[in-house]
């Protein structure tokens, strides 16, 4: 089954740039989504399609995918942007739905 | 205003059976694939099955396979999940949400807040 990588934390200063990878194979060939999920709440989508971003998540989140690797970027850190991130695919090939193991941001 | 609201956790013995229910609002609940996502406290989300908007098509991931069932009622908005045969490893929060486009497996663009299943004897 299709594996998502991700590393377990990450830390950043205020106001600087976190950037959060997920790996997989041809990852590129995939459409990937991002989540994130404050303490004690429900995952929301920030980060769709590669992209793209819902209505109402600032332009400080951004994504990219090339290669083996998916980035989310989050710019302009603030305290309200810790929180766990988890990357999904749609894996065709089993028809499932994979998420990444999460990444913890950690705003120092 | 999309909600989803999750319902039916309770504490069950292994091998019980229970049944997790998701009440819709706020959309037109028929026009969406809809989902079931778990999450072991304090560790990483994974997902649990899928019904297709007209109830037509479900899926599962292979760790449920055979022991949970998803099933709809497009009359009530409701979703629903039989799990039985349940082990200690299905102890998780389990949210259901909404696939992003009507008629689609598309990512998840609405989560319910949860629903907490403790399995243990």
């Known amino acids: 089954s299709y594996v998502l990588t991700q590393a377990p934390s990450v830390s950043v200063a205020p106001g600087q740039t976190a950037k959060i990878t997920c790996r997989g194979d041809?990852?590129?060939?995939?459409?990937v989504h991002w989540y994130q999920q404050r303490p004690g709440q429900a995952p929301a989508l920030v980060v769709y399609?590669?992209?793209d971003r819902p209505s109402g998540i600032p332009d400080r989140f951004s994504g990219s995918n090339s290669g083996n690797t998916a980035t989310l970027t989050i710019s302009r850190v603030a305290a309200g942007d810790e929180a766990d991130y988890y990357c999904?695919?749609?894996?065709?090939?089993?028809?499932?739905?994979?998420f990444g193991g999460g990444t913890m941001l950690t705003v120092l | 205003e999309v909600q989803l609201v999750e319902s039916g956790g309770v504490v069950v013995q292994p091998g019980g059976s229970l049944r997790l229910s998701c009440a819709a609002s706020?959309?037109?609940?028929?026009?969406?694939?809809m989902y079931w996502v778990r999450q072991v406290p304090g560790k990483g989300l994974e997902w649990v099955s899928l019904?297709?908007?007209?109830?037509?098509?479900?899926l599962y991931a292979d760790s449920v396979k055979g022991r949970f069932t998803v099933s709809r009622d497009n009359s009530r908005d409701s979703l629903s999940l039989q799990m039985t045969s349940v082990r200690p490893d299905d102890t998780a929060f389990y949210f259901c949400?909404?696939?992003?486009?009507?008629?689609?497996?598309?990512?998840?663009?609405?989560w319910g807040q949860g629903t907490l299943v403790t399995v243990s004897s």
């Open positions: 949400a909404r696939s992003r486009l009507p008629a689609a497996v598309a990512c998840f663009d609405s």
């Open positions: 706020g959309f037109t609940f028929d026009d969406y694939t």
């Open positions: 019904i297709s908007y007209d109830g037509g098509t479900t």
């Open positions: 041809d990852i590129e060939t995939k459409s």
């Open positions: 399609d590669d992209r």
């Open positions: 999904q695919v749609w894996d065709r090939r089993s028809d499932h739905w994979v």
